[in-house]
């Protein structure tokens, strides 16, 4: 499993100098660590956030690790992190994981994100590709039976199908296994799967016959290198964007995403003013990885949901 980790410390000298017009003397103030981890989809926002916070608050030392949504639960519910990502909302299991952890948990959503699908930039047979297609191509059935393209669509050459995606431990693979197989945590598993998203990029871009799928910002970032897919009935298909992510015309690959924090956590004020920050001015940062910001009153009922126990938008679905 791959872990990835920005860490943000006092006294670093990769940390940017303080603004001349630098914050409060008791924002200042603010010491102590903040331990992350969890959703490889979530860790753009949390990463930019951090940077940018970290920049007012030189006493706090931030780390955030990547080990999917399903790691970083289990790290979270076993009170190793004050805070985890996940890109879907927490399990029915792990619900039981943190109650007998003694940990209650606070979901504030943080952003809408589209799984993209994509291709080797010289796929030049395929545009789009249906949710029947992409089931046939995943379900558990077509383990070692479903190998070509030609077994994808008639019309496609024999060309050799090789698949990547997320780990197993991913919530972007639960979501996108639930809409698309029809049943969370199902698929074939003979794919190159990693929780580093940065994996399946490199090995669908090196890969002519690659089909691949993860979080939009990552293909926002590498745009160059590789090819989305629409999804739907040719002519009709809709491609991954911030615009049709926000309009909600991407379906069915469109979904929340999510950070927890551990309610015993909100009761250090550098915790408490990180997620204030994250939900306050985290907006542009959002966009600026290449998701789709929270409507203003869902963010403002996230933001008043802070000082509560349990989920803000639902609990365990």
């Known amino acids: 499993m791959s872990i990835l980790f920005l860490t943000l410390a006092c006294g670093g000298q990769d940390t940017a100098p303080a603004p001349s017009t630098g914050p409060e003397p008791e924002a200042l103030a603010l010491s102590g660590s903040i331990a992350i981890d969890g959703s490889s989809t979530v860790y753009p926002i949390t990463e930019a956030v951090a940077e940018e916070w970290g920049a007012q608050h030189r006493g706090v030392r931030v780390t ?42 606070l979901e504030l959503p943080v952003a809408f994100d589209g799984i993209a699908v994509v291709v080797n930039t010289a796929a030049d047979w395929v545009d789009s590709l249906t949710v029947a297609e992409l089931d046939h191509v995943w379900r558990p059935e077509a383990q070692n039976q479903l190998d070509t393209w030609s077994q994808v669509r008639d019309g496609f050459p024999d060309q050799a199908l090789r698949l990547y995606g997320p780990g197993v431990d991913s919530g972007t693979y639960d979501y996108f296994t639930k809409v698309i197989v029809g049943t969370e945590h199902k698929s074939r598993g003979d794919y190159t799967s990693s929780e580093d998203d940065n994996v399946i990029v490199t090995g669908v871009s090196g890969d002519v016959g690659g089909l691949g799928f993860f979080g939009l910002a990552y293909y926002q970032e590498n745009r160059d290198r590789l090819k989305a897919l629409g999804i739907g009935e040719a002519g009709t298909a809709v491609k ?7 309009d909600g015309s991407y379906s069915p690959l469109s979904r929340p995403i999510f950070v927890y924090v551990n309610v015993a956590e909100l009761e250090r004020p550098e915790v408490a003013a990180f997620l204030t920050y994250y939900l306050e001015e985290g907006r542009p940062l959002v966009e600026d990885v290449g998701y789709v910001a929270l409507p203003d009153a869902q963010r403002e009922a996230a933001l008043a949901s802070l000082p509560r126990t349990g989920s803000a938008s639902g609990g365990a679905q």
């Open 64 to 105: 955030i690790g990547v080990s999917g949504t399903g790691g970083g639960m289990k790290k979270f519910c076993n009170g190793e992190v004050a805070i985890t990502g996940a890109s879907r909302h927490i399990k029915a299991s792990e619900v039981e994981l943190c109650a007998a952890g003694a940990v209650d948990y």
């Open 240 to 246: 991954p964007s911030q615009q049709t992510v926000g």
